[in-house]
């Protein structure tokens, strides 16, 4: 009869406490939601041929039926050719008929600046011969680790024509959260 005693005693002082500590604990202050859910990133920048080569150095990279497109060039802030270097275009293409579609065919952007460091990998399975052309953002490393999204590349006019193209690029990145 003791132990039965003892044991609803328990279990009201257990209630009891439970209750007292419900109505006069403080209310936990919450921050209010984001407006968006994910964050995301949108830059604008230029790829262009590297200035530190003479011009009657540079050997000319051809696009043949049964060869890779293997190109190294700057990325900068600017069209112009005194804008800040914030990293470096490389990219390995594929452009036989069969491989057109292939995901070997990517771009890497690297960057090393004091905002961002790390590298983005763009997939350029849907190439075309447009004047801008939409591709995916498959993947990044450091300030753009898991990164995912759209980068629009258009060429950028030329001011005669043996100069090598400048292409402007659009990324628009979304960050898990």
């Known amino acids: 009869m003791l132990a039965r005693i003892v044991f609803c005693t328990a279990v009201s002082l257990a209630v009891l406490s439970v209750v007292l500590l419900a109505v006069f604990s403080p209310v936990g202050r919450r921050k209010p939601p984001k407006t968006h859910t994910r964050p995301w990133l949108a830059l604008s920048l230029y790829i262009q041929q590297p200035h530190l080569i003479p011009a009657q150095h540079r050997r000319p990279?051809?696009?043949?039926?049964?060869?890779?497109?293997?190109?190294?060039?700057?990325?900068?802030?600017?069209?112009?050719?005194?804008?800040?270097v914030v990293g470096q275009a490389q990219g390995f293409i594929l452009p036989v008929k069969h491989f057109?579609?292939?995901?070997?065919?990517?771009i890497y952007l690297t960057f090393d600046t004091p905002e961002y460091s790390?590298?983005?990998?763009?997939?350029?399975?849907?190439?075309?011969?447009?004047?801008?052309?939409?591709?995916?953002?498959?993947?990044?490393t450091g300030s753009f680790a898991f990164a995912r999204g759209l980068a629009a590349f258009?060429?950028?006019?030329?001011?005669?024509?043996?100069?090598?193209?400048?292409?402007h690029i659009k990324l628009q990145l979304r960050f898990p959260n």
């Open 100 to 106: 057109e579609h292939s995901a070997f065919n990517i």
């Open 61 to 84: 990279v051809s696009q043949s039926d049964f060869g890779a497109f293997v190109f190294r060039r700057t990325l900068t802030k600017g069209p112009e050719n005194t804008s800040e």
């Open 154 to 167: 258009a060429e950028t006019s030329q001011q005669s024509p043996d100069a090598n193209s400048t292409h």
């Open 118 to 140: 790390g590298s983005l990998s763009i997939q350029a399975k849907h190439l075309g011969h447009k004047d801008r052309q939409e591709l995916t953002v498959v993947g990044g």
